[in-house]
């Protein structure tokens, strides 16, 4: 049986490559209908504003980095690092009031990077670690599991306000095992 309508969808898949953004039309389009006047809007972290794209053809991969979204000037060299936090994500076609498709994405690429450098310090073997290793342990998955926490209130409870706090709640942990300190321990 043919699909008469569009189910507009997006795929923002997480990447280690902190100066990208990449987004993936996943949209299933209407047998015979005409995709027209399609426009991808991207809210910013701490932005009012969205950067929007226009030049879209159907099943579109989009990577994108700080030239793209306005955030660096076009002739800067040196690629800049886009921020973790929550992005809003409109892509919609004509009639573009009535068909749209909305998401939060909830980046933690630094975060992820910066805890992955972490985990990779730790001293494990294959066996049970030694209570150092173990509290680090156990700190960096109490911090992991706020990172975790903080991306599934953006993208699958739709609450963006509590993952914006628990994602800087996980930052603040992080910053406070980064300096020595136990973040778990009753001192």
Not at 61 to 83: F, I, M, R, Y
Not at 88 to 114: A, C, W
Not at 146 to 173: N, R, T
Request: aromatic residues 10%; contains cysteine; proline residues 6%.
């Amino acid at each position: 049986m043919a699909t008469i309508r569009h189910t507009l969808a997006l795929d923002i898949p997480d990447t280690a490559c902190d100066t990208i953004l990449r987004i993936w039309d996943a949209s299933v389009y209407g047998e015979g209908l005409d995709v027209d006047c399609p426009r991808l809007d991207i809210w910013l972290p701490g932005f009012v504003i969205p950067k929007y794209f226009t030049e879209l053809a159907p099943d579109f991969v989009l990577t994108l980095d700080a030239k793209d979204l306005g955030l660096q000037h076009p002739q800067a060299e040196t690629p800049l690092s886009l921020p973790d936090g929550l992005y809003k994500v409109r892509y919609s076609v004509s009639p573009n009031e009535l068909v749209f498709v909305e998401y939060y994405h909830l980046r933690t690429t630094n975060i992820m990077n910066m805890y992955y450098q972490e985990i990779c310090k730790l001293q494990l073997e294959a066996c049970e670690p030694d209570a150092e290793q173990h509290q680090k342990l156990h700190d960096l998955r109490y911090i992991k599991m706020y990172i975790d926490a903080a991306k599934a209130k953006a993208e699958y409870c739709h609450a963006p306000e509590q993952a914006v706090d628990m994602l800087a709640y996980a930052e603040k942990l992080l910053r406070k095992y980064l300096t020595g300190c136990c973040i778990s321990c009753l001192n």
